[in-house]
């Protein structure tokens, strides 16, 4: 890439930085940068900086550097004087970013203020702030979290410090909270910079962000950093590098005590009414606030207001109308401040609470019988508009379920399934026909409805309705598969009743007519006819050894006029017999059991045989259950195994429960592994000075002695195809370091010995070598201390264009080397440049998820040679 370079701008510059240096003033205390989605690839970002009011800077005007090789200047949109000598100063932004990617916001501002005790000599250190998000369409826009408590505080010596920055994010994304150094000029660590001395500990809390500092040593001014990192679909979007400054002083004054506040969790449009209590162990007057997404609300907004105090005492009130809009997965985070007003020194203390809510249950749930043998259900829109869907649930008979009141949903072990998921919130109806199986008449069915919503939140279940399906006529009670053989007997049977009054004082003559096929086509006359009303079992001879189903149906029909007769009921039943269908699998048979009835088997007793004839004899069983499915497992890959099943149920008539008993066919199969692996679960991270990722990952013990190998599949980004790029073959090795590359997209899959994949594990995307970064002094003076020019991070680029020129423009180095490795000596000469300021411009070719970018770096470099060096001449 070709670089003009505006030689008489670079000597203006170098003139003027003497009296530019002269020019600042160190007075930088605290700050952060957040981020709104407008449209498109724009974004609204606010600076917030702290400062010392004492100090005679003063940045109506600060630069921010983009990401994307581009650098603005922001104009300050406010001030605010703040107590202790801090002043607020607020800075707001747009910029159109080209495309997606990842990018990392930088604003600096020279200096610290003074003192700061863990940051070595910050008078002289520059300020900045540091903000990385990545702009996704895969992921959808995103806004950064609010930060509602301001970055600075105070904390009494040797007494435990907890400060919490009150992160709310509209989005309902995840977030996480670590320590994190804080730095200088670029966004780099500053060099020396330690953690405040702590008697026991400095953390904080990953889930609810509580920086807690147990106890501060020592009195005087301590910086720390916090990133607020954002989580969505298990991908990194977003982190904030929070930089905070905390006063430690000698008191004896004790904190003020919050009393205990409970987490709630509530129906939309409930109201939620609090009252707290902060109470002083000193007796001094409290300041008591409270901060979170509720207060930010344009409609139904969050109140807090203080209701009484008085010495040793303050109390307030919390008061929130919710409404549906209010509906997520993740809980809202109340964060309630409270500040003694001591005349030595003002101590704070906090407490957060959560505020979970759920959108109200379905309404007016009904369920419709239909002589198809279906059921039809109805229900009325959930008033939560932002619903995805609804899922339906069904029991048999009714069940009394007592919901979680903070997750929503059917629970788990109600004797409710999930049965169906609808795709819209506008779906309010559904048919059930038990996936084409038919539901059995005289059965209560009874159902509940939830909504659900994109980000995983579930309503509560709606209120429970049942239906019953009429019976059809003769009612069938019986398809018992009785011999195994070619030639083999299958026992038929129905009711009597309710044919008298069916038949009412009709004078007949009456038969049944029972009619049978191979797949409920019925087509062929009937197998069976009789005038005697009392026969309702027949013994059908057929072939019971062929792998299908026999399906059966019963007519009854009037026969007073002769002829052809009139069919009295059409709405007819049809019975089954039994089939057990199996699924082979490792060391295992999977059994359901196929069948199409009107009476409900409550019951199935499997038995296991060696052969499919009339041997196979239910000896012994091997087990039972009342679901439709069974698993035969221990059992010996490639050896056939046999099974045939005898099924109990019922069916309900007029009130009358009316029981049954039935064989099956026989069904064989022999077992073989196909069953994969388990699945892994991979982690990742970037080794940037050795230009590496490394991969670790899990694996259940249990699964371990099935694995051979693992593979691992890498993309360069999140677009490309993945590819397979190695395997692992020691199943107990749980790394893998993929040389050469620190930026790209990776999962991985366990292999058995037959050849079986695993599903691929979760996906991690490793991006994190971005802090290419140059010094700004060396000293090639031939004493093996800081002798050579050298890049920091250099083994993730690619190349670069450097180029250094000298205060006249004379171009004095360049390379293409990452790693720079300037000795200092002319390019030209190969003698040692003077000591002196020189000025660089540095094109940074970066490898990133997003694909190839390129980065410009410029800036100065103090150089202090050695005595051979000769001056320039102009």
Same mark, same amino acid.
């Given at each position: 890439?070709?670089?003009?370079?505006?030689?008489?701008?670079?000597?203006?510059?170098?003139?003027?930085?003497?009296?530019?240096?002269?020019?600042?003033?160190?007075?930088?205390?605290?700050?952060?940068?957040?981020?709104?989605?407008?449209?498109?690839?724009?974004?609204?970002?606010?600076?917030?900086?702290?400062?010392?009011?004492? =100090?005679?800077?003063?940045?109506?005007?600060?630069?921010?550097?983009?990401?994307?090789?581009?650098? =603005?200047?922001?104009?300050?949109?406010?001030?605010?004087?703040?107590?202790?000598?801090?002043?607020?100063?607020?800075?707001?932004?747009?910029?159109?970013?080209?495309?997606?990617?990842?990018?990392?916001?930088?604003?600096?501002? &020279?200096?610290?203020?003074?003192?700061?005790?863990?940051?070595?000599?910050?008078?002289?250190?520059?300020?900045?702030?540091?903000?990385?998000?990545?702009?996704?369409?895969?992921?959808?826009?995103?806004?950064?979290?609010?930060?509602?408590?301001?970055?600075?505080?105070?904390?009494?010596?040797?007494?435990?410090?907890?400060?919490?920055?009150?992160?709310?994010?509209?989005?309902?994304?995840?977030?996480?909270?670590?320590?994190?150094?804080?730095?200088?000029?670029?966004?780099?660590?500053?060099?020396?910079?330690?953690?405040?001395?702590?008697?026991?500990?400095?953390?904080?809390?990953?889930?609810?962000?509580?920086?807690?500092?147990?106890?501060?040593?020592?009195?005087?001014?301590?910086?720390?950093?916090?990133?607020?990192?954002?989580?969505?679909?298990?991908?990194?979007?977003?982190?904030?590098?929070?930089?905070?400054?905390?006063?430690?002083?000698?008191?004896?004054?004790?904190?003020?005590?919050?009393?205990?506040?409970?987490?709630?969790?509530?129906?939309?449009?409930?109201?939620?009414?609090?009252?707290?209590?902060?109470?002083?162990?000193?007796?001094?007057?409290?300041?008591?606030?409270?901060?979170?997404?509720?207060?930010?609300?344009?409609?139904?907004?969050?109140?807090?207001?203080?209701?009484?105090?008085?010495?040793?005492?303050?109390?307030?009130?919390?008061?929130?109308?919710?409404?549906?809009?209010?509906?997520?997965?993740?809980?809202?985070?109340?964060?309630?401040?409270?500040?003694?007003?001591?005349? /030595?020194?003002?101590?704070?203390?906090?407490?957060?609470?959560?505020?979970?809510?759920?959108?109200? /249950?379905?309404?007016?749930?009904?369920?419709?019988?239909?002589?198809?043998?279906?059921?039809?259900?109805?229900?009325?829109?959930?008033?939560?508009?932002?619903?995805?869907?609804?899922?339906?649930?069904?029991?048999?008979?009714?069940?009394?379920?007592?919901?979680? =009141?903070?997750?929503?949903?059917? &629970?788990?072990?109600?004797?409710?399934?999930?049965?169906?998921?609808?795709?819209?919130?506008?779906?309010?109806?559904?048919?059930?026909?038990?996936?084409?199986?038919?539901?059995?008449?005289?059965?209560?069915?009874?159902?509940?409805?939830?909504?659900?919503? *994109?980000?995983?939140?579930?309503?509560?279940?709606?209120?429970?309705?049942? *239906?019953?399906?009429?019976?059809?006529?003769?009612?069938?009670?019986?398809?018992?598969?009785?011999?195994?053989?070619?030639?083999?007997? @299958?026992?038929?049977?129905?009711?009597?009743?309710?044919?008298?009054?069916?038949?009412?004082?009709?004078?007949?003559?009456?038969?049944?007519?029972?009619?049978?096929?191979?797949?409920?086509?019925?087509?062929?006359?009937?197998?069976?006819?009789?005038?005697?009303?009392?026969?309702?079992?027949?013994?059908?001879?057929?072939?019971?050894?062929?792998?299908?189903?026999?399906?059966?149906?019963?007519?009854?029909?009037?026969?007073?006029? %002769?002829?052809?007769?009139?069919?009295?009921?059409?709405?007819?039943?049809?019975?089954?017999?039994?089939?057990?269908?199996?699924?082979?699998?490792?060391?295992?048979?999977?059994?359901?059991?196929?069948?199409?009835?009107?009476?409900?088997?409550?019951?199935?007793?499997?038995?296991?045989?060696?052969?499919?004839?009339?041997?196979?004899? &239910? @000896?012994?069983?091997?087990?039972?259950?009342?679901?439709?499915?069974?698993?035969?497992?221990?059992?010996?890959?490639?050896?056939?195994?046999?099974?045939?099943?005898?099924?109990?149920?019922?069916?309900?008539?007029?009130?009358?429960?009316?029981?049954?008993?039935?064989?099956?066919?026989?069904?064989?199969?022999?077992?073989?592994?196909?069953? &994969?692996?388990?699945?892994?679960?991979?982690?990742?991270?970037?080794?940037?000075?050795?230009?590496?990722?490394?991969?670790?990952?899990?694996?259940?013990?249990?699964?371990?002695?099935?694995?051979?190998?693992?593979?691992?599949?890498?993309?360069?980004?999140?677009?490309?195809?993945?590819?397979?790029?190695?395997?692992?073959?020691?199943?107990?090795?749980?790394?893998?370091?993929?040389?050469?590359?620190?930026?790209?997209?990776?999962?991985?899959?366990?292999?058995?010995?037959?050849?079986?994949?695993?599903?691929?594990?979760?996906?991690?995307?490793?991006? /994190?070598? %971005?802090?290419?970064?140059?010094?700004?002094?060396?000293?090639?003076?031939?004493?093996?201390?800081?002798?050579?020019?050298?890049?920091?991070?250099?083994?993730?680029?690619?190349?670069?264009?450097?180029?250094?020129?000298?205060?006249?423009?004379?171009?004095?180095?360049?390379?293409?080397? *990452?790693?720079?490795?300037?000795?200092?000596?002319?390019?030209?000469?190969?003698?040692? @440049?003077?000591?002196?300021?020189?000025?660089?411009?540095?094109?940074?070719?970066?490898?990133?998820?997003?694909?190839?970018?390129?980065?410009?770096?410029?800036?100065?470099?103090?150089?202090?040679?050695?005595?051979?060096?000769?001056?320039?001449?102009?």
């Amino acid at each position: 890439m070709m670089k003009h370079i505006n030689i008489r701008k670079i000597f203006c510059v170098l003139v003027f930085l003497t009296s530019c240096m002269a020019g600042q003033a160190t007075h930088n205390r605290a700050g952060q940068i957040v981020y709104k989605h407008i449209s498109g690839y724009t974004y609204e970002f606010t600076v917030t900086t702290f400062t010392y009011t004492l =100090s005679a800077a003063d940045r109506p005007q600060l630069d921010i550097s983009w990401g994307d090789n581009t650098v =603005s200047t922001m104009t300050r949109d406010s001030i605010r004087t703040l107590p202790d000598n801090y002043r607020k100063n607020t800075y707001v932004i747009r910029h159109t970013y080209p495309g997606a990617g990842v990018y990392t916001i930088v604003v600096e501002d &020279p200096n610290r203020n003074f003192g700061v005790e863990n940051i070595p000599n910050s008078v002289n250190v520059v300020f900045s702030v540091k903000t990385i998000f990545r702009i996704d369409p895969n992921l959808g826009a995103n806004n950064a979290p609010e930060l509602l408590t301001y970055p600075i505080d105070k904390a009494a010596l040797g007494q435990v410090f907890i400060h919490n920055p009150s992160a709310f994010d509209m989005d309902g994304d995840s977030l996480s909270y670590e320590l994190t150094p804080c730095t200088r000029d670029r966004g780099v660590e500053i060099e020396g910079y330690t953690p405040p001395a702590a008697s026991d500990s400095l953390v904080v809390n990953a889930v609810t962000g509580d920086l807690i500092w147990a106890s501060p040593m020592h009195v005087g001014i301590y910086n720390v950093a916090i990133q607020i990192n954002e989580w969505r679909q298990g991908v990194k979007i977003g982190s904030i590098a929070r930089d905070m400054q905390v006063e430690v002083v000698d008191s004896r004054n004790r904190p003020p005590v919050i009393e205990p506040i409970g987490s709630l969790c509530v129906k939309a449009g409930e109201k939620i009414d609090l009252r707290i209590r902060a109470t002083d162990p000193d007796n001094d007057q409290i300041v008591l606030t409270a901060t979170g997404g509720p207060f930010g609300f344009d409609s139904n907004k969050a109140t807090f207001t203080v209701t009484g105090s008085g010495n040793g005492y303050t109390d307030a009130h919390f008061v929130w109308q919710t409404d549906h809009s209010h509906v997520r997965k993740q809980p809202y985070i109340i964060s309630v401040k409270a500040e003694d007003q001591n005349t /030595e020194v003002k101590l704070v203390a906090f407490a957060g609470f959560s505020i979970t809510v759920l959108a109200p /249950e379905i309404e007016d749930l009904t369920a419709t019988p239909d002589e198809k043998k279906e059921i039809s259900l109805a229900w009325s829109p959930t008033q939560s508009s932002h619903a995805a869907g609804y899922e339906i649930y069904r029991s048999v008979g009714r069940e009394e379920i007592h919901p979680d =009141s903070c997750q929503g949903g059917v &629970p788990a072990g109600s004797g409710y399934e999930k049965i169906a998921v609808t795709a819209s919130v506008s779906s309010t109806s559904y048919i059930d026909n038990n996936n084409g199986k038919s539901l059995s008449p005289g059965i209560e069915y009874c159902y509940r409805v939830t909504a659900y919503f *994109a980000d995983g939140a579930k309503s509560f279940p709606s209120g429970e309705t049942c *239906a019953v399906l009429l019976s059809g006529m003769p009612p069938m009670i019986l398809a018992s598969v009785e011999t195994i053989d070619p030639s083999g007997k @299958v026992d038929v049977g129905w009711l009597r009743k309710p044919l008298d009054d069916l038949i009412g004082g009709k004078p007949g003559p009456f038969e049944y007519r029972l009619f049978y096929s191979e797949s409920m086509d019925f087509d062929a006359p009937p197998i069976y006819i009789t005038q005697n009303l009392v026969d309702t079992v027949y013994e059908h001879t057929v072939d019971t050894k062929e792998k299908y189903i026999h399906y059966y149906k019963v007519e009854l029909w009037d026969m007073q006029n %002769g002829g052809d007769g009139e069919l009295l009921y059409e709405d007819f039943e049809t019975a089954s017999t039994l089939y057990p269908g199996l699924q082979a699998s490792d060391r295992s048979v999977d059994i359901t059991f196929e069948r199409y009835t009107p009476w409900l088997n409550t019951e199935y007793t499997v038995y296991r045989c060696l052969s499919t004839g009339a041997d196979c004899l &239910p @000896v012994d069983s091997i087990g039972f259950t009342g679901r439709e499915i069974y698993r035969d497992a221990g059992l010996v890959n490639g050896q056939s195994y046999c099974y045939r099943i005898r099924s109990r149920g019922y069916r309900n008539i007029d009130g009358i429960k009316y029981a049954n008993e039935n064989w099956s066919h026989v069904a064989c199969v022999a077992p073989f592994d196909n069953i &994969p692996p388990c699945t892994p679960e991979l982690a990742g991270e970037s080794i940037c000075e050795e230009t590496r990722n490394i991969l670790t990952w899990t694996y259940m013990e249990n699964c371990m002695e099935d694995v051979e190998k693992y593979r691992i599949f890498y993309s360069p980004d999140r677009i490309q195809p993945y590819r397979a790029i190695d395997s692992v073959m020691n199943r107990d090795l749980h790394s893998y370091s993929h040389n050469g590359a620190t930026v790209g997209c990776y999962y991985l899959t366990a292999t058995d010995g037959n050849g079986n994949e695993s599903s691929q594990s979760n996906i991690v995307c490793l991006d /994190e070598c %971005g802090d290419y970064d140059l010094p700004n002094v060396f000293s090639p003076n031939g004493d093996n201390l800081n002798d050579v020019f050298k890049s920091f991070n250099p083994a993730a680029i690619a190349t670069v264009d450097m180029k250094i020129f000298n205060r006249w423009g004379k171009l004095v180095f360049k390379t293409s080397d *990452a790693a720079i490795n300037w000795d200092g000596r002319d390019m030209d000469s190969r003698r040692f @440049v003077p000591s002196g300021v020189y000025y660089y411009v540095c094109d940074v070719y970066e490898e990133r998820l997003t694909g190839s970018q390129i980065r410009t770096l410029s800036g100065f470099i103090h150089v202090y040679t050695g005595n051979d060096a000769k001056p320039y001449e102009k």
